[in-house]
């Protein structure tokens, strides 16, 4: 719930600025996190449920790229 949290915080912070899941990863767990930023896409899919689809719409996925708050 933290790291979902930080993740929605971070993106939240930079309005219309696209992220890829490894600079999503290395801002909210830190450079020298040990893992997969491959989990990103789990938290942002758990955050997604927890949000509703009202403010869901806000996180938004750029095919090929990452994600954004818009």
């Not at 719930?1 to 993740?7: L, M």
């Not at 767990?29 to 996190?33: K, N, Q, S, T």
């Not at 719409?57 to 090929?64: A, D, M, N, P, S």
């Given at each position: 719930?933290?790291?979902?949290?930080?993740?929605?915080e971070f993106l939240s912070q930079n309005p219309g600025?696209?992220?890829d899941r490894e600079r999503i990863y290395e801002c909210v767990?830190?450079?020298?996190?040990e893992g997969d930023s491959?989990?990103?896409s789990e938290h942002v899919r758990r955050i997604r449920a927890k949000?509703?689809?009202e403010l869901a719409?806000?996180?938004?996925?750029?095919?090929?790229v990452g994600y954004l708050w818009n």
């Open positions: 719930v933290r790291r979902e949290f930080d993740i929605v600025m696209v992220f767990w830190g450079i020298d996190g491959a989990v990103i949000l509703g689809p719409q806000h996180l938004e996925t750029v095919r090929g």
